[in-house]
């Protein structure tokens, strides 16, 4: 775990909607949600698949909690993969667009 590895306390929980992925210290759910655990039928909608996931009907409030002396931000290591990502999609980009 990096922050352990590292002294650090960067935002460990993500919060996935649609798309879009947050990272916060905790979460507070206000309303009716479930914890999944499927170790051998990971959640492929998550990079590498998720095995434990807590589901939250939409019309639940989720609020994000940060501590206040911690880290903000992504992860380092979820930084390095969306600038790595984001890298080979320009690549591909160019390469698409030479071929017109």
């Known amino acids: 775990d990096y922050n352990r590895d590292h002294g650090t306390s960067y935002p460990a929980v993500a919060v996935?909607?649609?798309?879009?992925?947050?990272?916060?210290?905790?979460?507070k759910i206000k309303g009716p949600c479930q914890i999944v655990y499927q170790p051998h039928q990971p959640n492929n909608s998550q990079a590498g698949g998720a095995r434990l996931w807590i589901e939250v009907e939409p019309e639940n409030i989720v609020e994000?909690?940060?501590?206040?002396?911690?880290?903000?931000?992504?992860?380092?290591?979820?930084?390095q993969q969306r600038a790595k990502?984001?890298?080979k999609k320009s690549?591909?980009?160019?390469?698409?667009?030479?071929?017109k």
């Open 16 to 27: 996935k909607v649609g798309d879009k992925k947050d990272y916060c210290h905790a979460l």
């Open 64 to 79: 994000r909690v940060y501590f206040s002396d911690g880290d903000y931000g992504p992860p380092p290591e979820v930084v």
């Open 85 to 87: 990502n984001k890298k």
């Open 91 to 99: 690549k591909n980009h160019k390469k698409k667009s030479k071929i």
